[in-house]
């Protein structure tokens, strides 16, 4: 059996129940791939797994650091790599969530890239300003063609030539260093999907139930704090901002926070659409147990 399962997919489609279920079945233990559940002081606005959930099975990444702290892509995978490893030695994982930028390191790996350097950049930003951004993009086709191709925007070829004065290497070639763990254990992927209609639905009434059970009161309290530039992302935090700031109603502040959340599962969708390694479930009309007896009949 595999003992590496990677379930993903939009948000609201149902992951962290499936991926609570199949657990249940297969002994497995819970890696969260989700970036706003790190965070401990929201529960609400980041629809976190339930208490008992988290008492019956183990779940790794979730309540881990504060609001006030930052946490980024290559902790998490040089923090997660290290638990995979040592934990399936004894039992199955179940690695969850619709982050793609996690699951992609986690997969394939991520290089940790050197810290910026103020004059570096700054003395690129004014060459941008004087020559225009093709300048900048021909220096870097010079040092970094394969990269060059791959980049468009000013920010971005700014990046890469500030990695290569910094290390002396492309970084294209840095990205080498990375090193996931697809090829090194036997992983299954699959995703999660229903048709967009349906998707939105589930969405929208995720958003009306989370303002009932004080969605209100919780962003108040967070915004009590000094928010670090990661936990401001968390959907829900500037929305109602705008309503306790009275920019507009209460109703708009839902309808807000729901559209920007559909935007955000569009975009976790055109993400995990381009890995040809997930296996899709279409759940439509699947129940928890028909889509957990179909990933179970797949592992062996």
Not at 3 to 31: D, R
Not at 89 to 114: H, N, Q, R
Not at 277 to 282: F, V
């Amino acid at each position: 059996m595999n003992k590496l399962i990677f379930i993903v997919g939009p948000t609201a489609v149902g992951k962290t129940e499936v991926a609570f279920s199949l657990a249940s079945v297969i002994g497995a233990e819970i890696v969260s791939a989700d970036s706003m559940l790190v965070y401990k002081e929201p529960n609400i606005i980041t629809s976190k797994p339930s208490n008992w959930m988290r008492k019956k099975i183990k779940h790794y990444f979730i309540d881990i650091i504060s609001v006030t702290e930052s946490y980024s892509v290559f902790k998490y995978y040089v923090e997660a790599q290290e638990i995979i490893k040592n934990l399936i030695l004894k039992k199955p994982i179940i690695v969850c969530g619709g982050s793609g930028l996690y699951v992609k390191a986690l997969l394939d790996g991520i290089f940790k890239e050197p810290s910026y350097d103020i004059n570096i950049r700054k003395q690129l930003e004014e060459e941008a300003k004087k020559y225009g951004k093709e300048y900048l993009k021909a220096k870097l086709k010079k040092v970094d063609p394969i990269t060059a191709d791959k980049v468009f925007d000013l920010r971005r070829i700014i990046r890469a030539l500030e990695v290569y004065y910094l290390t002396g290497l492309p970084l294209s070639e840095k990205k080498k260093e990375a090193k996931g763990l697809w090829g090194e254990l036997p992983i299954k992927i699959y995703g999660l999907n229903v048709k967009r209609e349906l998707l939105y639905d589930k969405i929208n009434k995720r958003i009306e139930k989370m303002f009932k059970e004080g969605l209100v009161d919780e962003v108040k309290d967070l915004l009590k704090l000094n928010l670090s530039l990661t936990a401001k992302k968390i959907i829900g935090i500037n929305e109602v901002k705008g309503f306790l700031e009275k920019k507009y109603d209460l109703e708009y502040a839902k309808e807000l926070m729901k559209k920007n959340t559909r935007h955000f599962a569009k975009r976790q969708l055109t993400w995990f659409k381009k890995d040809t390694r997930i296996n899709w479930i279409d759940v439509c009309n699947l129940k928890i147990p028909d889509i957990v007896d179909l990933i179970f009949k797949n592992l062996n």
